[in-house]
């Protein structure tokens, strides 16, 4: 005899569901790397997470969207989400999740794009240099692709 079997068939049912909706989770959450630790380390410069597995990831805030210029004392709270999967900064009113951490994705897609164009838009000797040799050799190089669209398939 198992467990439902003296209750009303609905709520058999119900609970057989819910056990099931349970190891489900159960089975996605261990496929994914949770954080069961998060801290600032203020003599590193770090934001240090410890993972399920044993592993710890430490990154700059710097990199991360919202924590750029944040004050040691800001950084310092850090609230793990109840299932490990994301960070909070209670006094920056910023959320991170950890598997795009991980990931090597610190901020919105569109953050991101933003960053990598200040980035392109940054002078250096080192790409003035560059440009100058580029413009020796006749400018960028054309893209192969440009006579491709002429070609017939019939």
Known sequence: MTEFENNPKWLGEGLKRIAQAKIRGEAM???SLQAVAAKYDPRKKLIVIQLTNGANFSFPPHLAQGLQ????AELKIIELSPQGTGLHWPKLDVDLAVTGLLSGVFGSRHWTREQAARAGRTKSEAKTLAARANGAKGGRPKTPTAGLASISTN
């Open 29 to 31: 959450l261990a496929d």
């Open 69 to 72: 210029g944040a004050k040691p």
